[in-house]
Every structure is written in structure tokens, then in C-alpha cells.
């Protein structure tokens, strides 16, 4: 106690000062309006700026939790808008709508004559092999391999890669390939010599596999060519999606009804 007093008298003068700023303090924003509006406005700053600095920290941490949330949830509005469609044009075929799973990019390559890319979901997520893979942008490939934990995608930059696709709009349709180089561009083949089709028409998957669903956008014409033979068309299309720059990806889980899978198990016979 003792030594409580010796403080206490040794530092008297500070400690006066400090009782008599505060009780200063008390009287000029307890009993002045302006001043304590003043005080409160200050204090609200500073306040407000350690929070949002706190906010933005602690957001920066949770990017990959809130992309994953987002990615899930545009997953789940492209199911309904793909049953909605098909509800649409056809009555008798809007039963579940079409199953998509997210799934991240962990390994890609886009330099090589053959391309591939990894995913951070297997079969027990239920991936399988043939299901086509797609980022908000347009069409990225095929599934080709799955494991439990991982999956490989043959890329639509693959030169054994071929997807179905067709002009926006019309019913002419061709097969999307990749002869290497340029790894944002491929090329539309085997196109009817009189598709109608200039350069700038945009192009989309056909829907006549289960692959992929109708209307996913795949990329733009960019030039046009008649082939030798006359008969059909060579279409360079630059690529919706960026192949070198791909984060999270849709899945498109649903794949052929067993009975059409049964009926092209007969004709290969």
C-alpha cells in the first residue's frame, strides 16, 4: 500500500493533469452540443475505418470459400434455366432438369500438341467419364478420365478433342477440332457448303449428345473457307472460353438414357 502512495504522490502532478483533462472532456462534449457532435462524427470515423479495414482483411482470407459459394449457386441457376428450357420446348422431357457440379482447375496446359487438364473432383462427387466441362464463359472440354478424388479433362485445345456444335440459330452443325498453335482459337469442320455462316456469327454446342446442353457458347467465327472438295466448310472460331486462364468450372452431370446408350451398342456390333 505503501508503495501505491509513493506513486501516487510521485506523479501527483501528472496524475492532476490527467483528472483535470478528463473532467475538461466531460464538460466540453457533455455540455456543448456542436462540440460533442463533433467528438461523435470523429469517433464514428475511426471506428468505421478499423472495421472496414477489419471487414476487408477477413474477406480477403474467405475469397476461395465466398468463389466456391458462388460458383455453386450459378451451378444450380444453370440447372433450372436448362430445365426451364427444356420444360419449354418440349413437355415430356422436363423431368429432373440437368445435374452440374463445380469443380476447380488445379493443373492445366495449353502449350502442348496434346492438352490436358485436371480437376479437384472425382467419381465420388459423381463425375464419370464423357461429361462435358464448361466455364461462364463457353464450352472447355471432356471429362476422359476419373478417379475417386480427381478427374482429367480432354480440352477443347486437344487434338483428338471433337464436340458437336452449330451456328447460333440455325440447325447446321459441325464439329469443333484443334490443329494446333494457337491455343484461343479452333476450328469448325465438316460444316455444310451451304450453312449460312459469316464471320462474327457466334457459335454453340448442338445438344445432340448429352454431352453438353444445348446452347452453351463455344466461340465466334473469325474467318470462313470452302474446302477442296466443295462439300463442306472450314470455320476458324476464336474461343469463348479462355483455356489459359481458368479457375472454377461447371460439369454437366447428365449423360445418355441407358436405352439410346443400349441402341448404339447394337449398331457398333
Same mark, same amino acid.
Given at each position: 500500500?505503501?508503495?501505491?502512495?509513493?506513486?501516487?504522490?510521485?506523479?501527483?502532478?501528472?496524475?492532476?493533469?490527467?483528472?483535470?483533462? =478528463?473532467?475538461?472532456?466531460?464538460?466540453?462534449?457533455?455540455?456543448?452540443?456542436?462540440?460533442?457532435?463533433?467528438?461523435? =462524427?470523429?469517433?464514428?470515423?475511426?471506428?468505421?475505418?478499423?472495421?472496414?479495414?477489419?471487414t476487408?482483411?477477413?474477406?480477403?482470407?474467405?475469397?476461395?470459400?465466398?468463389?466456391?459459394k458462388?460458383?455453386?449457386? &450459378?451451378?444450380?441457376?444453370?440447372?433450372?434455366?436448362?430445365?426451364?428450357?427444356?420444360?419449354?420446348?418440349?413437355?415430356?422431357?422436363?423431368?429432373?432438369?440437368?445435374?452440374i457440379? =463445380?469443380?476447380?482447375?488445379?493443373? &492445366?496446359?495449353?502449350?502442348?500438341?496434346?492438352?490436358?487438364?485436371?480437376?479437384?473432383?472425382?467419381?465420388?462427387?459423381?463425375?464419370?467419364?464423357?461429361?462435358?466441362?464448361?466455364?461462364?464463359?463457353?464450352?472447355?472440354?471432356?471429362?476422359?478420365?476419373?478417379?475417386?478424388?480427381?478427374?482429367?479433362?480432354?480440352?477443347?485445345?486437344?487434338?483428338?478433342?471433337?464436340i458437336?456444335?452449330?451456328?447460333?440459330?440455325?440447325?447446321?452443325?459441325?464439329?469443333?477440332?484443334?490443329s494446333?498453335?494457337?491455343?484461343?482459337?479452333?476450328?469448325?469442320?465438316?460444316?455444310?457448303?451451304?450453312?449460312t455462316? &459469316?464471320v462474327?456469327?457466334?457459335?454453340?454446342?448442338?445438344?445432340?449428345?448429352?454431352i453438353?446442353?444445348?446452347?452453351?457458347?463455344?466461340?465466334?467465327?473469325?474467318?470462313?473457307?470452302?474446302?477442296?472438295?466443295?462439300? =463442306?466448310?472450314?470455320?476458324?472460331?476464336?474461343?469463348?472460353?479462355?483455356?489459359?486462364?481458368?479457375?472454377?468450372?461447371?460439369?454437366?452431370?447428365?449423360?445418355?438414357d441407358?436405352?439410346?446408350?443400349?441402341?448404339?451398342?447394337?449398331?457398333?456390333?
Open positions: 500500500m505503501r508503495s501505491l502512495f509513493d506513486f501516487i504522490i510521485k506523479h501527483s502532478y501528472v496524475i492532476l493533469f490527467l483528472v483535470l483533462e =478528463t473532467v475538461s472532456l466531460v464538460l466540453l462534449f457533455g455540455f456543448n452540443s456542436l462540440q460533442k457532435e463533433a467528438f461523435m =462524427t470523429s469517433a464514428n470515423s475511426v471506428s468505421g475505418f478499423i472495421l472496414e479495414t477489419r476487408n482483411i477477413s474477406g480477403f482470407f474467405s475469397l476461395g470459400k465466398e468463389n466456391s458462388l460458383a455453386a449457386e &450459378n451451378a444450380r441457376l444453370q440447372a433450372e434455366l436448362f430445365m426451364l428450357r427444356d420444360s419449354i420446348a418440349d413437355s415430356s422431357i422436363a423431368k429432373s432438369g440437368n445435374d457440379i =463445380t469443380a476447380r482447375v488445379i493443373d &492445366n496446359s495449353i502449350r502442348k500438341d496434346d492438352n490436358y487438364i485436371t480437376l479437384n473432383r472425382g467419381s465420388k462427387d459423381g463425375i464419370a467419364q464423357g461429361m462435358g466441362v464448361y466455364d461462364s464463359n463457353g464450352a472447355v472440354g471432356v471429362i476422359m478420365l476419373a478417379g475417386k478424388h480427381y478427374s482429367i479433362v480432354l480440352p477443347v485445345i486437344n487434338g483428338k478433342s471433337s458437336s456444335c452449330k451456328i447460333k440459330g440455325d440447325n447446321s452443325f459441325g464439329f469443333l477440332e484443334w494446333g498453335g494457337d491455343a484461343s482459337k479452333a476450328e469448325l469442320r465438316d460444316l455444310p457448303y451451304y450453312a455462316v &459469316n462474327g456469327d457466334t457459335i454453340v454446342t448442338s445438344g445432340y449428345s448429352k453438353f446442353p444445348e446452347g452453351i457458347n463455344v466461340g465466334v467465327v473469325s474467318d470462313v473457307q470452302q474446302i477442296t472438295s466443295g462439300y =463442306t466448310l472450314k470455320v476458324s472460331v476464336r474461343l469463348a472460353a479462355d483455356l489459359s486462364n481458368l479457375g472454377w468450372v461447371y460439369i454437366n452431370t447428365t449423360q445418355a441407358d436405352e439410346l446408350k443400349q441402341l448404339w451398342k447394337e449398331i457398333e456390333k
